[in-house]
């Protein structure tokens, strides 16, 4: 039992590197549709999101699969958790490229 206490540690950080991951994502996806060069924002925000998350993976697991499980767990997590709360955000607010227009 003291062996899953242990894991916590490595769930919340990948909790954590989930959300400003796919929080990251979604940023960038209602950046990139108001900007006029969007492929220059999804790259270098792809490039910074992938260096973050596998940099952080790496060190949360500190060369211990069941760490790197664990965080893994916590990644897709965050992943679950700012999906629903996007999801409710996109229904409350217009993308920047859609405020004036008629419906």
Excluded: K
């Amino acid at each position: 039992m003291h062996d899953v206490w242990s894991l916590v540690p490595a769930l919340l950080a990948g909790l954590v590197l989930g959300a400003i991951f796919f929080g990251g994502l979604w940023w960038t996806v209602r950046q990139g549709l108001a900007s006029p060069r969007p492929a220059v924002w999804f790259f270098a925000s792809l490039l910074l999101r992938m260096g973050l998350a596998l940099t952080g993976l790496y060190l949360v697991s500190g060369g211990q699969l069941e760490r790197l499980l664990a965080c893994l767990c916590g990644f897709a997590l965050g992943r679950l958790i700012v999906t629903r709360i996007t999801r409710l955000e996109a229904n409350r607010v217009p993308l920047a490229g859609e405020v004036g227009r008629a419906s």
